[in-house]
């Protein structure tokens, strides 16, 4: 008998948080580690190539991995077809970037980026050749083995990078971190998933997952594209050591934010996927998602924002204050994405990737407006430029969630308030605790004591939905509980 989505959803959302929290743990670690032996510069050049690597990344997948995953009767031929046009794309990728590598050089006026380029581009081809294996992993909601693959990937990919920058390789430390965790991901993948190709393409199967998935990798292409644009335009307007800093801002609330967020959605989409002939029960699974992302990311978020200059000065050192400014705004920028992916996963389960499509060109229109528009500024104001598309962008995306499921904007805004208002009292809590403890230590300490209590001692009083929902999911894990969708 096959589990029933309760059980598949408890499993999968434990799961999906252990590794999260681990693999992000960890990187943690090791990312405060490295940014104490390594300098601002160091991580800069490597982020002024993520937005060409972040391309190729997606061409490669193509968008076939959300097809494969919605598709309800995967054929073998259809596994087969997708390793075999990821693995091509990738070969062609690599070669790519190997003779762009020069022009990206002259471009930025950094010789070291044509190395640093041939080099790192090589993950591209190391981790096409078990992508459809993870593929299977997150079918099957097999989040236990991802997990220890996660884990054990950082650890060994983690201990690289230290021991090479310890040895004064700076950046050539980062690149080897890179290449260390995708070689032991895809040999960890491929011990643990016994899937191998039957180099065999079927043009039926191409053409039935590139309907669905060409839409998603035309959007995918323009959020990547954004999402990369703010390094490159700092790192051509102002300096590497500023893109450095930039990424060292969206670092904390970035770990944050991406540790629940990934948790919920990865297991939200093939679940929402299983149900998505149902609307009755889609909306009811669907809200569920929406309060659980709020009541988890907008105090952890905002608790961050309000411990920044503690948590950089005491972890980073001082060399990095300077992103400090720029952590605490790119913190508001944050508070939504949560709400904003999972909006999108109902258009994904849906089969709408034309108005995913549609959506990311009026989205992005905006955004690099707003992106054009503060650069002639600073770095300051291109990330309040950011605070300002993230609203836009949750704003349109829930007018699509209206039209499939009637849940408006500001129905979902009545329910997320209330979380964020809470959250609110976290942030000046944790600002109060920074500026009169002047101890480092000694303030993250206290904040790290009270903040939590006083958010779940609001949640609970004021008997709010998702924290109940919590509480019994809880419970269900432990054979207790009413958890049911």
């Given at each position: 008998?096959?589990?029933?989505?309760?059980?598949?959803?408890?499993?999968?959302?434990?799961?999906?948080?252990?590794?999260?929290?681990?693999?992000?743990?960890?990187?943690?670690?090791?990312?405060?580690?490295?940014?104490?032996?390594?300098?601002?510069?160091?991580?800069?050049?490597?982020?002024?190539?993520?937005?060409?690597?972040?391309?190729?990344?997606?061409?490669?997948?193509?968008?076939?991995?959300?097809?494969?995953?919605?598709?309800?009767?995967?054929?073998?031929?259809?596994?087969?077809?997708?390793?075999?046009?990821?693995?091509?794309?990738?070969?062609?990728?690599?070669?790519?970037?190997?003779?762009?590598?020069?022009?990206?050089?002259?471009?930025y006026e950094q010789p070291l980026l044509k190395p640093l380029m041939r080099v790192v581009a090589l993950i591209l081809i190391i981790g096409s050749l078990a992508s459809v294996q993870g593929i299977l992993l997150t079918i099957r909601v097999d989040f236990r083995t991802k997990s220890i693959i996660s884990v054990l990937g950082s650890l060994v990919s983690g201990t690289v990078g230290i021991v090479l920058a310890y040895k004064?390789?700076?950046?050539?430390?980062?690149?080897?971190?890179?290449?260390?965790?995708?070689?032991?991901?895809?040999?960890?993948?491929?011990?643990?998933?016994?899937?191998?190709?039957?180099?065999?393409?079927?043009?039926?199967?191409?053409?039935?997952?590139?309907?669905?998935?060409?839409?998603?990798?035309?959007?995918?292409?323009?959020?990547?594209?954004?999402?990369?644009?703010?390094?490159?335009?700092?790192?051509?307007?102002?300096?590497?050591?500023?893109?450095?800093?930039?990424?060292?801002?969206?670092?904390?609330?970035?770990?944050?934010?991406?540790?629940?967020?990934?948790?919920?959605?990865?297991?939200?989409?093939?679940?929402?996927?299983?149900?998505?002939?149902?609307?009755?029960?889609?909306?009811?699974?669907?809200?569920?998602?929406?309060?659980?992302?709020?009541?988890?990311?907008?105090?952890?978020?905002?608790?961050?924002?309000?411990?920044?200059?503690?948590?950089?000065?005491?972890?980073?050192?001082?060399?990095?204050?300077?992103?400090?400014?720029?952590?605490?705004?790119?913190?508001?920028?944050?508070?939504?994405?949560?709400?904003?992916?999972?909006?999108?996963?109902?258009?994904?389960v849906k089969g709408r990737s034309d108005l995913v499509l549609r959506l990311e060109i009026i989205k992005k229109t905006l955004a690099f407006i707003i992106l054009f528009v503060s650069m002639f500024f600073s770095i300051e104001v291109m990330c309040l430029g950011q605070v300002l598309y993230s609203l836009i962008a949750l704003y349109l995306n829930a007018f699509y969630t209206k039209r499939i499921l009637g849940y408006s904007?500001?129905?979902?805004?009545?329910?997320?308030?209330?979380?964020?208002?809470?959250?609110?009292?976290?942030?000046?809590?944790?600002?109060?605790?920074?500026?009169?403890?002047?101890?480092?230590?000694?303030?993250?300490?206290?904040?790290?004591?009270?903040?939590?209590?006083?958010?779940?001692?609001?949640?609970?009083?004021?008997?709010?939905?998702?924290?109940?929902?919590?509480?019994?999911?809880?419970?269900?894990?432990?054979?207790?509980?009413?958890?049911?969708?």
């Amino acid at each position: 008998m096959p589990e029933s989505l309760k059980h598949k959803t408890v499993k999968g959302v434990s799961w999906s948080f252990v590794e999260q929290i681990l693999t992000r743990g960890v990187n943690f670690v090791i990312g405060i580690i490295l940014a104490r032996l390594l300098s601002p510069t160091d991580y800069g050049l490597i982020g002024l190539l993520g937005i060409f690597l972040a391309i190729s990344q997606l061409f490669i997948d193509g968008g076939l991995a959300s097809a494969l995953i919605r598709e309800k009767n995967a054929m073998e031929e259809d596994f087969s077809t997708v390793y075999i046009i990821n693995l091509v794309l990738s070969l062609f990728f690599y070669l790519l970037l190997f003779f762009v590598a020069p022009v990206v050089a002259n471009f930025y006026e950094q010789p070291l980026l044509k190395p640093l380029m041939r080099v790192v581009a090589l993950i591209l081809i190391i981790g096409s050749l078990a992508s459809v294996q993870g593929i299977l992993l997150t079918i099957r909601v097999d989040f236990r083995t991802k997990s220890i693959i996660s884990v054990l990937g950082s650890l060994v990919s983690g201990t690289v990078g230290i021991v090479l920058a310890y040895k004064g390789f700076g950046v050539w430390a980062l690149v080897a971190q890179s290449l260390a965790s995708a070689l032991v991901a895809t040999l960890l993948t491929l011990a643990f998933v016994r899937w191998w190709p039957r180099l065999f393409f079927s043009v039926q199967s191409f053409k039935k997952l590139f309907a669905y998935s060409s839409k998603l990798l035309a959007a995918s292409l323009i959020s990547v594209i954004y999402d990369n644009a703010y390094p490159m335009v700092i790192g051509k307007r102002f300096s590497a050591a500023d893109v450095g800093q930039y990424s060292r801002a969206g670092q904390f609330p970035g770990i944050a934010n991406t540790t629940i967020t990934s948790a919920l959605n990865r297991v939200a989409f093939p679940i929402l996927s299983q149900i998505q002939d149902d609307d009755q029960r889609l909306l009811s699974v669907y809200e569920k998602y929406i309060q659980l992302s709020s009541f988890l990311i907008f105090p952890v978020i905002l608790f961050i924002c309000g411990c920044a200059r503690p948590l950089v000065s005491l972890l980073l050192t001082d060399k990095w204050l300077a992103c400090v400014p720029l952590m605490q705004i790119i913190c508001f920028s944050q508070l939504t994405n949560g709400i904003t992916a999972i909006n999108l996963n109902l258009l994904y389960v849906k089969g709408r990737s034309d108005l995913v499509l549609r959506l990311e060109i009026i989205k992005k229109t905006l955004a690099f407006i707003i992106l054009f528009v503060s650069m002639f500024f600073s770095i300051e104001v291109m990330c309040l430029g950011q605070v300002l598309y993230s609203l836009i962008a949750l704003y349109l995306n829930a007018f699509y969630t209206k039209r499939i499921l009637g849940y408006s904007f500001g129905k979902q805004m009545k329910v997320i308030l209330p979380y964020f208002l809470i959250s609110l009292v976290v942030l000046a809590e944790a600002l109060a605790i920074s500026h009169f403890l002047t101890t480092h230590w000694i303030s993250l300490l206290v904040s790290a004591l009270v903040c939590p209590v006083t958010y779940f001692f609001l949640t609970k009083g004021f008997r709010l939905y998702a924290y109940q929902e919590a509480i019994e999911l809880i419970k269900s894990k432990m054979g207790r509980g009413r958890f049911q969708f």
